[in-house]
C-alpha cells in the first residue's frame, strides 16, 4: 500500500526558533499534499493545501507567513513552522494524494510530528 | 460551512460485541466519506471510503454505510476484539479536495 512519511517524529525546540517538518511519499508520485494539524483531544484540522510547483491554498485563519509550505517534487512537501511560540505546540500530519489510478480518491496519511515549543 | 459530528465520544464494550459507531454532517453535497482508525499519539490508518454514489463498504469486519441525504454514515464494527481499541474519525471531502473531521469516538474494547 501507499506510504507516506514524516521527518522528524517529535522535536523540542525553543521559543523564536524555527523548525522544518518534511512529508514524502515513498512509493507512490503526488500532486497535492495536505498539512492537518491536532490539539490534544481535538480532531484535526486542515491548515493548508500544497500543490507540486505552486504556491499553498492555506485555510481561514491560519497565518502563511509562520507556516511556510514548500511542494517542491511530487514526492516531498515541507511545512516550516517560524518563530514558534508554545502555543503552536501541536501534533502536525501530512496527507499525499495518489496522482493516478485507482486510489485517487485516498488520502494517504504520515505517521505524525509532535512539535513542543518550549 | 461543512461540520461533521460523531456520537458517542467514547465507548467501552466487553469483547465480541458488535457496535456501531455514528458519523452525521451538515452538508450533503460531498464527494466521499472516509472512516480512519488513529492509534494514541500516531497517525491516521483510512478504513473504508465510500463513494456519494455508493451506500456502503465492507471490509473484514468492518462494514460503513452511507446515507447522503439524510447526512449520516455508521460505522459497524463485528466481534470486536481489543486490537480494535482507537480513535475513530469520519471524514468527508468536499470541492477542492478538503477534509472535514469529526471529533472521533474513542473506542475501548476489553478483554
Known amino acids: 500500500g501507499a506510504v507516506v512519511s514524516q521527518h522528524p517524529s517529535w522535536v523540542i525546540c525553543k521559543s523564536g526558533t524555527s523548525v522544518k517538518i518534511e512529508c514524502r511519499s515513498l512509493?507512490?508520485?503526488?500532486?497535492?499534499m495536505f498539512w492537518y494539524r491536532q490539539f490534544p483531544k481535538q480532531s484535526l484540522m486542515l491548515m493548508a493545501t500544497?500543490?507540486?510547483?505552486?504556491?499553498?491554498?492555506?485555510e481561514q485563519g491560519v497565518e502563511k507567513d509562520k507556516f511556510l509550505i514548500n511542494h517542491a517534487s511530487l514526492t516531498l512537501s515541507t511545512l516550516t513552522v517560524t518563530s514558534a511560540h508554545p502555543e503552536d505546540s501541536s501534533f502536525y500530519i501530512c496527507?499525499?494524494?495518489?496522482?493516478?489510478?485507482?486510489?485517487?480518491?485516498?488520502?494517504?496519511f504520515g505517521p505524525g510530528t509532535r512539535l513542543t515549543v518550549l | 460551512k461543512q461540520e461533521v459530528t460523531q456520537i458517542p465520544a467514547a465507548l467501552s464494550v466487553p469483547e465480541g460485541e458488535n457496535l456501531v459507531l455514528n458519523c452525521s454532517f451538515t452538508?450533503?453535497?460531498?464527494?466521499?466519506l472516509q472512516w480512519f482508525r488513529q492509534d494514541p499519539g500516531k497517525g491516521l490508518t483510512s478504513l473504508l471510503l465510500?463513494?456519494?454514489?455508493?451506500r456502503e463498504q465492507t471490509s473484514g469486519r468492518l462494514n460503513a454505510s452511507l446515507d447522503k441525504s439524510s447526512g449520516r454514515s455508521t460505522l459497524y464494527i463485528a466481534a470486536s476484539q481489543p486490537g480494535d481499541s482507537a480513535t475513530y474519525l469520519c471524514?468527508?471531502?468536499?470541492?477542492?479536495?478538503?477534509?472535514?473531521f469529526g471529533e472521533g469516538t474513542q473506542l475501548t474494547v476489553n478483554p
Open positions: 512509493d507512490f508520485q503526488a500532486t497535492t
Open positions: 471524514a468527508v471531502e468536499t470541492s477542492g479536495s478538503r477534509l472535514t
Open positions: 465510500i463513494q456519494s454514489s455508493q
Open positions: 452538508d450533503s453535497a460531498i464527494y466521499n
Open positions: 496527507s499525499a494524494r495518489a496522482v493516478s489510478g485507482s486510489d485517487t480518491d485516498t488520502q494517504y
Open positions: 500544497s500543490n507540486e510547483g505552486s504556491k499553498a491554498t492555506y
